[in-house]
């Protein structure tokens, strides 16, 4: 770990000044990444703002039917609000899917969304690696790759981003709202947050230096069943090889609305919107979820180890779709 | 659980066998109890960072350590060119088995990278923070070097070992296996893989090493007191009189602290270096290619047999991994020499060389990979002539050792799995694979056995009584977190006729009477065969005693039977507390050592293992093969069970590492860089409380006369064996799908499962 400064900030205005300060400078909230990625030198502040003391941990009505998370809401916190529980269930399990009791007491709303990849070749320091060092390469290409994306990947990068949360934050259409380094306001799509890695895949975020995260608004709870379903080597304390995150509204026996989020396969949570469109005012089949998986995946792309992340992804697919597409 | 009687001439009440907490529970749930990197030394201690290789084979072309030099707090940076001079690491097979655990293990003593994360450099500073930040200032150019990692591309320079761990022959042969094999009706004829793993143990490698003059006291995490101070000694060049090791407490060992690793050798030259203490951890990460590994295996089983399942031929072809400097060969295929019956038999051991560090003794060395794929092999041929498992092991059991044409001293391996399938309600599996259905999820069950070689090392142990009856036991002996101290204690106060309160058990500390330490599932019997002969000697000495002084009650008395129970002795009709007749007799106390040989005429007689039985049923998403299990039960007969709670920890713990070996624990490693990938306990899965049901264990009862004093057998390894392919075969009989490369993750069994059928299938 490279030697650093520290500052606790008391209120927005605080850490923004901390932040301008210098251009190396980040942001620390709960901390279960970045310290590890810092005491791996991956990540080298030379300053860090302690915002876990800004006043950004309530979860607010938003006036509109929806919910405003302020982005020091732990993550234990949020999967235990009862207005989660009952009107965002998707993001509930998403969120206990994630990580362990510990972690989860300690990470934060929007440290969650800023976390880094788990690729190995990222976090080991000897390895060529486009996303730590632009231009040396990726050596999970050719190498040991049974994590990485099948969607959305560059012959740059195919690593996937970890988080559960944002899965069925993409599901729920949430937006994130951000605080630029001059205190501009604005408000982000979940969806348009994660870049995909083309070129410059050390460039994660749509955010800008020093911007940072406020909170996640929810809109008004959609109609429907939701679930969320991680697919993982052991029963807890795994990252997804796929989820599902899912909500279908279902109109007497033809599907109303569906919307669903892949997580574990691309850069960033992943929607389809063809699929979703497919979905709408069709009656529940096999045949149908069958279809959909597949125009899910219709440009997924393995790369040896990965390869199974495919068909593995169109059978959870399948499998939430049937579940929560059911009657009564 | 049943207790047979105990072999004691006191009649009175025994400890042993008695399911009684672990003595030292409180201390260890308290934060009292301290372990190797929380040990506290007079003077200013220094903390030090090693900095490893980022290449795996090659020379260190340049090495510039300017820049951490000047960090304020560097005390001292050591590498290649400045480190002390230690002796030549030496051939890669030494001359005898023991000098494996004894030789010198230099450190940063050559520009020469054998493995990757080999240690490059040493930061010694103030600060643990300090050292680290500093060692990611030092530049290293290196001179790189192809290296070969791929076992798989290098078999074509296989070659046969001298021997295999542990000093077994590398090779066995019976009868004429090829013909047979060729002239069988029935054959299974099988490849299996297991991977590279690694122990884990929750404590990290770590030491503190503090000079005192010539000597050095080293405080660290070892199960093996006398390999330590040996392997000290040899590297550091002094007498190991010189050496000091304590380590009172293990957070785990599995096999991974019976020798040095860099962090010992390291703490100890530093320390030398700057006179001042120094302490050095291993982070996780580095534990990874520092402290040990299983090597990865491809293993060919060949089994022949007629329709009525009894077998004609048995081949066991193991080859494995090695480092290239220092040879291991793991005894894979060894048990099979005396697990089941059958005229024509071959076992082979062959090592492929790779640049990586020595593999190492890890929890079942041999059965734990190799039952893993044996007891597969036998569910295959019990499903090629459609006959229960159980039943198909019941025809090939052997009267006498097969291999060895000796008897077996105790073997219970058939009412093991017949007491197993009652309990287990084995009766309810359906032969035919795939024809459980519950929803979306198959269910399956499957059953493997287990067999673990029993082993008794010489061992010494010392016991002291003082004037006021209070007794303390000492010898070098460790608690890896087994209940060492617990059963030690039982076994004295056992002897002694006193409560298990009254016993203070001091372990971990080289100053103290030589044992075989924890290893090889022998410490029970070793340590606990030499304090259990120290007792009887004591008595003898306070029986002596109590005859001799004139102020004793039983001054005088002769042949009569003394007897010590409830804490007194008692003999002609007269019952004396021991504290009251220790202060008559001997105010100042008594002292007595006792010992146990090396495994004697009764291993060389009778052929000695434990064994076992487990039971599985697992659970297999049959849209995600995503794999759960959902009840385990082991059937155990291995001896007396000195402590059935304690037992119980070891084997459910051995049961656990099956569902790790058999569904997720894989150490990557990249075949183009020769490292271990996923070095963290995020990425390198073992089970989570998740992952374990409710885990049952039955002991039968019984005793081995011929094992040791005690009549136990060894239980620390024989929970491992076998467990792995009992939940293999259980995914078999759910899926239909055999997997061969372990560990069985849902990517290997989904090819297997059908397509998404309809909605109307949904639960």
Redesign the interface.
Known sequence: ???FTYQRALDAGDALAGVAAGRNAKFISGGTNLLDLM?L?IEQPAHLVDINRLPLDRIEDTGQGGLRIGAQVRNSTLAADPRIRSGYQVLAQALLSGASGQIRNKASTGGNLLQRT?C??FY????PCNKREPGSGC?AL???N?MHAILGSSNACIAVHPSDMAVAMSVLDATVETTDIDGTARQIHIGDLHRLPGSTPHIETDLRYGEMITAVVLPPAKQGRQLYRK?????????A??SVAAVVDMAGDTIAAARFALGGVAAKPWRSPEAEAFLQGKK???QV??KAADAALANALGRGGND?KI??AK??I??VL??VS?RG | MTNSTPAFADGGKTHIGQPMDRVDGASKVTGRAIYAYEHQAEGHIAYGYILGAGIARGRIAAIDTAYAEKVPGVLHIMTHKNAPTQPAFGPAVTPTVRDVFTRARPMLSTDEIRYFDEPVALVVAETFETARGAAGLISVEYASEQGAYDLRGHLASAYAPQRTNAGFETDSLVGDFEAAFAASPVKVDAIYTTPYAHHNPMEPHATLAVWSGDAVTIYTSAQTLANFRAGMASTLQIPAEKVRIVSPFVGGGFGSKLIVHPDTVLAALAARELQRPVKIALTRQQMFANAGHRAKMIQSVRLSADREGRLTGIAHDVCSATSRFEEFCEQTAVFGRSLYAAPNRMTRHRLVKVDTNRGEWMRSPGEAPGMLAFECAMDELAAQIGMDPIELRIRNEPAIDPERNIPFSTRNLVECMQEGARRFGWEKRQARPGSVREGRTLVGLGMAAAIRPNYIGASEARVRIDGRGKVTVQLDMTDIGTGTYTILAQIAASSLGLPVAAIDVQLGDSNFPRTAGSGGSWGAASAGSAVHNACESLKQKIVASAREAVASPFYGLSNNRIDFVNAAIRAGGRSVRLADLMALVAPHGLDAQGAVEAAGDNYRNYSQHSYGAHFVEVAVDMDTAETRIRRMLSVIGAGRILNPKTARSQIIGGMIWGIGAALMEESVLDARHGHFLNHDLAEYHVPVSADVPDLNVIFLGEADPNANVLGSKGIGELGVCGAGAAIANAIFNATGARIRAFPVTLDKILPALPVHASLADGS
């Open positions: 770990m490279k030697p005491k030198e788990r190995y070749y080991d320091r000897n390895m050596a050719g190498g040991f049974r697919v993982r080597d052991r029963a807890s304390y795994a990252f090889l796929v529940p089949s096999a979820f069958e199974f068909p593995l059978r959870t399948q499998q049937a579940a059911q």
